[in-house]
C-alpha cells in the first residue's frame, strides 16, 4: 500500500508539474497572439526547445500504468469480492485498465516517447 501511494503521488506530481510547465508558456502564448493580432496557433508554433509530446506521452504511459498496478492490487488485497460486480473495485480496474487503450495506448505513447528521444540524439549530434 505504501508502495502504491508513493507511486500514486509521483504520478501526481508528474502531471501536475508538465500542466505548471505548460501553463507558463501557453499563457504568454495566448497574451502575444491578443497582442500582436495573430492566432494562439501561430504563437505555439514560435516556441522552441519544449517537447510537450514527450513529457505528456510520458506523464499519459507512467500514470496509466500506476493506475492499473493500483487496481489489480487492490482487486488482489481484497480477493474474489473484489471481482464481483457488487463492489466497486471491479469497475475501478476497468476505468484503470482503460486508460492505458484510450487516448493513445501505451505503445503509442512509447512510440511517440522513443521518436522524441530519437530526434532530441540526433539535433545533439548534429550540435557537436
Ligand atoms: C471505452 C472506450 C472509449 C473510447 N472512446 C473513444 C473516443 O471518445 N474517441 C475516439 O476517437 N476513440 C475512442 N475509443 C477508441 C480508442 O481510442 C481505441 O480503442 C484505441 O485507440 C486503440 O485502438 P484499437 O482499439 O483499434 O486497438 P489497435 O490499434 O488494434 O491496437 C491493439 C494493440 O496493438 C498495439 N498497437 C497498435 N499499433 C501499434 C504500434 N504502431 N506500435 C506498437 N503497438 C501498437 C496497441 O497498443 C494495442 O495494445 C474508445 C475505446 C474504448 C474501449
Given at each position: 500500500m505504501a508502495e502504491l501511494a508513493a507511486k500514486t503521488e509521483a504520478g501526481r506530481a508528474l502531471v501536475y508539474n508538465l500542466t505548471h510547465r505548460m501553463d507558463e508558456e501557453f499563457l504568454p502564448a495566448v497574451k502575444n497572439a491578443l497582442a500582436n493580432g495573430t492566432t494562439i496557433h501561430d504563437e505555439l508554433k514560435k516556441?522552441?526547445?519544449?517537447?510537450w509530446t514527450k513529457y505528456s506521452a510520458e506523464a499519459k504511459l507512467f500514470c496509466s500504468n500506476v493506475a492499473m498496478e493500483v487496481a489489480d492490487e487492490c482487486v488482489t488485497l481484497c480477493g474474489g469480492i473484489a471481482y464481483m460486480r457488487d463492489f466497486p473495485l471491479e469497475k475501478y480496474m476497468r476505468d484503470a485498465k482503460i486508460t492505458q487503450i484510450y487516448e493513445g495506448t501505451v505503445h503509442i505513447q512509447k512510440n511517440e516517447i522513443i521518436t522524441a528521444l530519437i530526434k532530441e540524439y540526433a539535433s545533439k549530434e548534429g550540435e557537436e
Open positions: 516556441l522552441k526547445g519544449a517537447r
